[in-house]
């Protein structure tokens, strides 16, 4: 009984026998694998970056935003501009009060203002919020503190900032206990937030200014909020499993307390961070499909070319295969070597491929600034798919060599 | 150590029926020389490709030292020729990508025997037919005479009962199918059976018995000694 492992030699034999004809063979199939994993690398880094995008939002978070909801996964950070400003400090006190499973309940307004501190300038954003502001968004203190609920509600002219706006005004020293001119208003800055970059949709997160909700309202903003008007108010709930109801409560509650009959639209919206995620992620993944099936359609027109090339191997090489029929390999043996070959030559360009695929999608996601991911199935559905294209592919070719009759064979010149 | 009886072999032809082996019977010895001789298309080939196993015949019996060859399946068929025939043919049919000694490996390769084991008994079998020191040689460096003594040490490489030959000298000049034959006289002294399909009868009067075949039939058997019977 032959040894596999011959059987493993036999293949390779004649491939390294013609090098230049079994590289071109495997080339398709090189191309077809390098296209799939490039394709789907990329696809996966824009899924990453949209999942990053609303997760740097802040993680299981409804946002309340005034005025009719627009519908769809659109506009989900309102500036309820012409609709009126239908939130208030009352209604985040009852969402705070009674909502079950709401952990943070924050009302914000925001507003621009250039900041002096020190013989500098910079021009940033400034948020009025309330402590809850930090649970909801995910942020956390680097020095100093956070102004409390009192601070708050008094009205406290004290501001925690962002790393960017601590670097261009103070440089390298501690910002805390400074006084910081926000427009024309004194501000104490107590207390630095930790940095949390770029947001994915390329906003630097860093460059903002938390001041009281009371303090920004009644002295930034100034007249675009009227009386206790907020503009947004986030709410998160304790776990990703409570966001849906959280949700519907939410929105029960704002319609009781906005007195809205049934059958009237409501004149605010909840945005959902979850299923507005969800729903990017899924477009996204189509997309990812999409290409990867067009890439499939490459690695498919590798295997008809080893196809061909193994018809044409059987037919030159009729009178070995009736040789080593006359030597005493049976039937299922031939076909062996033939499949192994051709699963040898596509899984070379398996390989191949998928070095080269990794290669490509590194330097795609350096030109295009995406993050760099390669699925972790990648490299064995590549080199598995490979083999199968072979297997596929090889079979006919090796059954009709098995099929040969060897004295037919031994006679063809 | 082969008998045969009966033994017919038919081809379909178109609408016309062929009939290669007529109903041949016959037996030969352990340590025979036999020649088989007769025009082409008397059935002389059909008769060796079915005594090596290659094929099947039509009707009749086929027995090779006592096992009824008629009754193998395919791979039964398989190990057979890779156990017991040695085949040479006519045109060599040595891989010509394959070194002198990896093509004298190759039916110990189906035969299952380990790689140190078969490097050595190639070489011993190169050694044999006095091509030691060409082992690393490939088939385009060699002359006709050395492929056919590479193709000869190939065919006993597993120690087979029987050698079948196909017009072995066909492709040589004189001196060295004189050189061939020499060497086939000397393995069947060593009691290995053999059996020169030919048509050139200056071959055939190298072996010790004769039959000659004409449309699927033996028509004369020569043992040599002078009695046609």
Sequence with gaps: MMKPLDLVGFATGAIVAHPMRSALTSLGVVIGVAAVVMMTSIGLGAQQMVTAAIGGLGSNMLIISPGASRGGGGGFVSQGAGSGMSLSDGDAEALKAQIDGAIAVAPTVRGGAQLAAEGANWNTRVEGVTPDYLVARDLTIA???MFDDREARQGKKVAVIGQTVATELFGEADPVGKRLRVGAVPFEIIGVLASKGQSGFGQDQDDIVLGPLQAVRSRIVGRRVKGDNVQS?????????????VQEDVSNLMRERHR?????DDDFSVQNMASIMEAMSASTKTFTGLLAAVAAVSLLVGGIGIMNIMLVAVT?????IGLRMAVGARRAWVLYQFALEAVVLSFAGGVIGLLLGIGGAMLMSNLAGWPMAIASWAAPVALGFSMLVGLVFGAYPAWRAAQLDPIEALRRE | MIEIEGLKKTYVMGEELVHA?????LTIGQGESVAIIGPSGSGK?????ILGGLDRPTAGRYLFKGEDVGAFDDNDLASFRSRRIGFVFQSFQLLPRLTALQNVELPMIYAGVDAAERKERAAAMLDKVGLGSRMGHRPTQMSGGQQQRVAIARSLANSPGLLLADEPTGALDTQTGEEVLELFKS???EGLTLVIVTHD?????????????????VVSDDHGDGAAS
């Design chain 2, 201 to 217: 009868l200056e071959v055939a009067a190298q072996t010790r018995r004769r039959i000659t075949f004409r449309d699927g039939l």
């Design chain 1, 233 to 245: 108010i986030y709410v998160k709930a304790a776990t990703a499993d409570d966001l849906d109801r």
């Design chain 1, 260 to 264: 809205i009959r049934p059958g009237a």
């Design chain 2, 187 to 189: 393995l069947n002294a």
């Design chain 1, 143 to 145: 020095s100093g503190r």
């Design chain 2, 21 to 25: 082996l007529a109903g041949v019977s």
């Design chain 2, 45 to 49: 080939s059909s008769l060796m490709n």
């Design chain 1, 316 to 320: 030159e090489r009729t009178r070995e």
